[in-house]
């Protein structure tokens, strides 16, 4: 079977690109797999996570995209306001989204490629494949990558003002994945559709587990607003005042770094607080951490909780959508609301720090859930899916 990924960058950091990476990487032992990507031709010479070598990689011209004047005027109003959204037929503003020549080119792109599935990752290539799919030779998929107020109800974010748009075609899409439960019921009640529930595989297994004499948090993931992190340092700073024996390791990089460093120097937690560059070797981290933090004001479905659980650290997040099918309070891990309540999230630190038993009871559920993401079950899943699209007439 030949597979399509249409991704809008496969050359940088982020859940996205990773999870789509590893399941790529394993559909491609069975499977003739490509994934297309709108990043320039020279950036996918430097992909930060691995692909097997039988996997192609094709970028799309940059002539796909050359967008008339108008074009980019609407798309920037609309992205402000979403006026027009409110204001335009459902036909005009399908052809106001995607131009007339940007669409001939993009059906004429993946005829070439002739794939007996394509499956629009994230929310562009997502919405795009709304707007051509009934015109295409190929099944049609999309994978929705985070929970559905983070898609279309998070200002200037992702698919804002576009669901009434997406309403309007999403029906021409042969299936509709999504990564959890409650974001299914929303999806299914919002477009009147059935998804499909497949969740996120881990990235890897591995025998080594965290070791849980460690009095070390651990924090993980790109530094961007939407990842809570200055919730966290605001909860730690509380935490700090009851608690002078645990640390905290934030790894990864972003937009957000400096103020974060800085916002650590105006609290005096610099010797509480360290920061650590991203790394391709998160599992080293784990094996130094007892506990797993996650502040995220939303997600998607994070590969790093997944990571957690196969190391058997035990985590704390704020009540979001994602969490439901990841960590059970009190299994797992705790589960914070309100959400961004830095004071709510200190005291389960303090919690789970003074309860050695309780993180030992933590640890073995962890590593018991993890079982459930493995990549193999996961896989399956897809290959199901794949299987009944394509012997659908």
């Given at each position: ?45 430097n ?21 008339p ?11 402000k306001?979403g ?27 993946f ?36 929970s559905f ?34 974001t ?5 009640q ?49 935490f ?44 080293s ?25 196969e ?8 009540a ?16 914070v ?32 859930k ?24």
């Amino acid at each position: 079977m030949k597979l399509c990924f249409w991704i809008a960058t496969i050359a940088s950091y982020g859940g996205v690109q990773r999870v789509t990476s590893v399941v790529a990487n394993a559909l491609a032992k069975h499977h003739e797999v490509t994934i297309v990507t709108m990043d320039p031709k020279e950036k996918i010479n430097n992909i930060p996570y691995y692909l097997n070598s039988d996997i192609q990689i094709i970028a799309m011209p940059g002539a796909l995209f050359n967008r008339p004047l108008w074009y980019r005027i609407f798309t920037h109003i609309n992205r402000k306001t979403g006026l027009l959204n409110h204001s335009l037929t459902a036909d005009l503003l399908k052809w106001a989204t995607i131009p007339k020549d940007t669409k001939k080119n993009l059906l004429d792109f993946f005829q070439a490629i002739q794939p007996d599935v394509l499956v629009g990752v994230a929310f562009t290539p997502s919405l795009w494949l709304t707007l051509m799919a009934d015109q295409l030779d190929a099944k049609t998929c999309i994978w929705q990558h985070n929970s559905f107020d983070a898609y279309f109800h998070t200002p200037h974010q992702y698919l804002w003002h576009q669901q009434a748009l997406y309403r309007a075609n999403v029906h021409s899409i042969d299936s509709y994945v999504v990564l959890n439960q409650t974001t299914k019921q929303k999806v299914d009640q919002a477009f009147d559709l059935n998804s499909i529930v497949i969740h996120n595989p881990k990235s890897f297994q591995t025998i080594t587990k965290s070791n849980m004499k460690n009095t070390t948090f651990l924090v993980a993931g790109r530094l961007e607003a939407v990842k809570g992190i200055d919730t966290l340092i605001r909860a730690f700073s509380i935490f700090a005042c009851q608690n002078k024996d645990w640390n905290c390791l934030i790894v990864g990089d972003g937009n957000q770094k400096e103020n974060l460093i800085q916002q650590v120097k105006n609290a005096h937690l610099e010797d509480r607080i360290s920061f650590h560059p991203f790394t391709d070797h998160i599992q080293s981290y784990f094996e130094k951490a007892s506990v797993f933090l996650l502040p995220s004001r939303w997600e998607g479905m994070p590969l790093v909780v997944l990571e957690a659980l196969e190391f058997g650290c035990p985590v704390i997040a704020f009540a979001i959508e994602a969490m439901k099918d990841l960590i059970e309070d009190g299994k797992e891990g705790l589960i914070v609301s309100p959400i961004q309540d830095e004071k709510a999230f200190a005291k389960a630190m303090l919690e789970i720090s003074q309860d050695e038993k309780l993180r030992w009871q933590f640890h073995q559920n962890a590593i018991q859930k993890a079982q459930k993401f493995d990549i193999d079950v996961i896989c399956a899943k897809w290959e199901e899916l794949f299987a009944t699209l394509t012997t659908k007439k």
